[in-house]
């Protein structure tokens, strides 16, 4: 099965910096990459995803890169804010029938201003 | 945000005793999942159901039985709770085959917290 790994487990930056989180997946078959945010004591909620046939997408100050051949993929946040700091998680997923998500172990992101 | 609800939002009860959570969405989709988030928020899939059949049935103790009336609906009863059942359980929902999207969308998760 799908195995997604992520990292840094922990980071902090200054407000300002771009901060970037790494994640491999061991599936060559998933297809669908989606990155969610979670604030304390809410939900995730997605905030940019990339499927296998782009390896780049942006949307404002958010960018995600995928590398198909190397199986990882990557969140590039810039200009962080203080209202950036949360839990981020990558997922890899298969676009096919019982869909499944498989979740990275998340990264806590602390934007010090 | 009402399109995925869960109910309740925190649940405190005894061990051993049995409990259940409630999920519906609005959204028609076609696919809905338990997740859950223990203290180190790793967030592990239990359960999916894609149009009321269990498609996803991960290593869960059968104490834990999902049940799907519709497809707008997935609940999860809990037998003889323990105190390692304590976590935030999240429903959510997404559209495989056939739908122009596959973005999950999750509830807003309930707080179960065994005594």
């Known amino acids: 099965g799908e195995n997604v790994e992520q990292h840094p487990s922990t980071l902090s930056v200054q407000e300002g910096d771009s901060a970037v989180i790494k994640c491999t997946y061991s599936?060559?078959?998933?297809?669908?990459f989606p990155w969610y945010k979670q604030e304390l004591g809410k939900r995730p909620q997605l905030i940019i995803d990339i499927r296998s046939n782009v390896g780049e997408k942006k949307d404002q100050r958010i960018a995600v890169t995928l590398n198909k051949t190397a199986k990882h993929f990557s969140l590039h946040i810039t200009e962080t804010q203080p209202e950036d700091s949360a839990v981020y998680f990558c997922a890899a997923s298969q676009r096919s029938y019982g869909q499944n998500f498989v979740f990275g172990p998340g990264t806590r992101l602390s934007v010090l201003p | 945000d009402t399109a995925v609800s869960q109910t309740p939002k925190y649940l405190v009860t005894q061990m051993g005793n049995d409990k259940s959570i409630k999920c519906e969405q609005n959204l028609g989709h076609d696919t809905m999942y338990w997740y859950k988030q223990d203290s180190k928020k790793f967030l592990k899939i239990m359960f999916s159901y894609n149009n009321k059949e269990l498609i996803i049935n991960e290593t869960v103790p059968n104490r834990f039985s999902p049940k799907s009336p519709d497809k707008a609906h997935l609940n999860l009863h809990i037998n003889s709770l323990e105190l390692g059942d304590s976590a935030v359980y999240f429903c959510?929902?997404?559209?495989?085959?056939?739908?122009?999207?596959?973005?999950?969308?999750f509830g807003p998760g309930t707080r179960l917290t065994v005594l």
């Open positions: 599936d060559s078959a998933s297809n669908y």
């Open positions: 959510a929902s997404s559209r495989p085959l056939g739908g122009s999207t596959d973005t999950q969308y």
